[in-house]
């Protein structure tokens, strides 16, 4: 079964509340029908309700009625939404008044539906930076224990006979949030990524911690780095397959990590790639998928106590139903 259909699946069997803080955008009403009819979430659109069901009617939409309508400017509604926000924020000098206008942001909104219990998940930012998106989920959901760095994973579909990674699988990261991690935020970054590989990519993780460098071949203060938040990721996680330095070739060619690492038991056999920086996640995950094919499935944000995602501004409702499905697995696997 290919990917999307086992996470489809899971969802439609353990269906979760997913907020769509952009209720009115026409890509994510689309989206929002498409999960309704296919039974994958029970969805929570934030908006005027009146808005939101005029613009559906407009767009020829017939489930939408099926969603929980919520308004920010229903104040009765929203009450206990700014007294929470007011609670998690009064020792940084928030009023309960700064509360009652916060709440009126439906990204604040629904990241504090999510706090109270009262939904599961968001998916947001097609209208919205992804400064917004995090700022929001930063503030209210906040990392999970142990974790300080939110970061973000592309799931990497390779083409059909490719032969790294699991089935044609691999997890990049960070390649969306963290310019310059240091040390710790990259042992985070990798056991962070290593729960994406088990949730959403469905693989069992071995992850490598990549470098210009395996195992002292080169010296250098970014080398370093590597090493240490390699040997701090271990013990993060020691019962998890890691391995640091580790050039990209000996990290997933066996020939090559027979020569370079032969007493790793990472090299040669890695489907998670932490890249050093941000610059490098990015660019590489960038070439891959054009340079190949690959589907690059995400962002992913990895870290959060719960899941939050966030959209590209460019998106397509396809684009979207799959973030919500994501959304929905993260969920599940954070129970």
């Given at each position: 079964m290919a990917l999307f259909d086992r996470l489809i699946r899971s969802a439609q069997e353990n269906k979760q509340r997913i907020v769509l803080a952009e209720?009115?955008?026409?890509?994510?009403?689309?989206?929002?029908?498409?999960?309704?009819?296919?039974?994958?979430?029970?969805?929570?659109l934030i908006g005027n309700p009146d808005e939101i069901r005029a613009k559906a009617a407009e767009l020829g939409l017939t489930h939408i009625d099926s969603a929980?309508?919520?308004?920010?400017?229903?104040?009765?509604?929203?009450?206990?939404?700014?007294?929470?926000?007011?609670e998690l924020r009064k020792s940084k000098g928030v009023t309960i008044d700064d509360a009652r206008r916060k709440v009126l942001d439906p990204l604040y909104l629904g990241c504090l539906m999510i706090k109270n219990g009262d939904a599961d998940g968001q998916v947001s930012g097609a209208l919205h930076t992804t400064g917004d998106v995090l700022r929001a989920a930063f503030q209210v959901i906040k990392p999970k224990q142990g974790i300080s760095v939110v970061s973000g994973a592309f799931v990497m579909l390779l083409p059909e006979g490719c032969p790294y990674g699991t089935d044609g699988i691999l997890v990049f990261a960070?390649?969306?949030v963290v310019p310059s991690p240091t040390a710790e935020e990259l042992a985070q970054i990798a056991v962070s990524a290593a729960e994406t590989a088990k949730s959403i990519a469905c693989i069992d993780p071995r992850v490598a911690i990549l470098s210009f460098s395996t195992k002292g071949s080169a010296k250098n203060p970014a080398v370093d780095k590597?090493?240490?938040?390699?040997?701090?990721?271990?013990?993060?996680?020691?019962?998890?397959?890691?391995?640091?330095?580790l050039q990209a070739d000996a990290a997933i060619v066996p020939s090559v990590a027979a020569q370079k690492a032969p007493q790793s038991n990472i090299a040669g056999k890695a489907n998670v790639l932490v890249f050093p920086s941000l610059n490098v996640g990015n660019i590489t995950y960038k070439l891959v998928q054009r340079l190949s094919g690959a589907q690059a499935v995400g962002p992913i944000l990895?870290?959060?106590?719960?899941?939050?995602?966030?959209?590209?501004?460019?998106c397509s409702p396809e684009d979207i139903y799959k973030t919500i499905v994501i959304t929905c697995n993260q969920s599940i696997n954070a129970k």
């Open positions: 209720g009115t955008e026409p890509r994510t009403l689309k989206a929002a029908e498409m999960i309704i009819r296919d039974g994958v979430a029970n969805i929570i929980t309508l919520v308004d920010p400017q229903d104040a009765e509604f929203t009450e206990k939404y700014a007294q929470l926000f007011y960070d390649c969306a590597v090493i240490e938040a390699t040997r701090i990721a271990h013990e993060m996680a020691p019962e998890l397959p890691l391995d640091g330095e990895q870290g959060l106590a719960k899941p939050v995602n966030d959209l590209s501004r460019g």
